[in-house]
């Protein structure tokens, strides 16, 4: 049986073209790395736009374990925005993880379209730029601009997975029935045969 966004078993005519595997040790490690990258230049550049002054004196203990404390809640919140998305299109059950290098959020027992699969990817990007940038804009006082952007800098660096999964749907996988198994760790492509080499296809 056919679903708008999901099959649920896989249909004929399909072949696995890539497998993305966040627990792989050479892949965990390339991401890990550009994440950390990413991270750190998106807080350099926000601390030269914003040039707080004096760290010392606008030392704030609460602000900044309030800060310290909203790292791991938007963890748990960046992978319920994922499940959120997935619940709302597909209705299936979700799994949810944590390793050392990885927390995630899949559907592992349907197949979801590129469509179902592209509004998951960037659900936490959109919703939490949006936010951690609002507050960097909104903000009034400099230091309390820099905690937002040390948010919004994780943020960024953290959705490196999803936005990678997201490039390849946009420069490879750009037939919309173009199917993906999504484990949570680990995000399988597949494609129909008759597509090749998975181009732009039938619209």
Known sequence: MEHKNYETALPEGYREALTVDAKNKKTSALLTLASILITAAALVLSILIIRPKDFLSN????????????????????????????????????????????????????????????????????????????????????????????????????????????????????????LMRDTGPTQVFLCRKNKGACGAGDR
């Open 59 to 178: 030392f704030n203990l609460v602000k900044y374990f309030i800060t310290l404390a909203a790292l791991p809640a938007y963890v748990v919140l960046h992978e319920l925005t994922h499940g959120a998305a997935y619940k709302l299109l597909t209705h299936q059950k979700l799994t949810f993880g944590l390793t050392l290098t990885v927390a995630f959020c899949g559907v592992p027992q349907i197949y979801v379209y590129r469509r179902t699969a592209l509004i998951s990817l960037l659900a936490p990007f959109t919703v939490f730029t949006i936010i951690f940038g609002g507050a960097v804009l909104l903000l009034p006082e400099a230091w309390d601009k820099v905690y937002a952007a040390a948010l919004l800098s994780l943020h960024l660096g953290g959705c490196l997975g999803d936005l990678y999964d997201t490039f390849l749907y946009l420069t490879r996988f750009r037939e919309p029935r173009t």
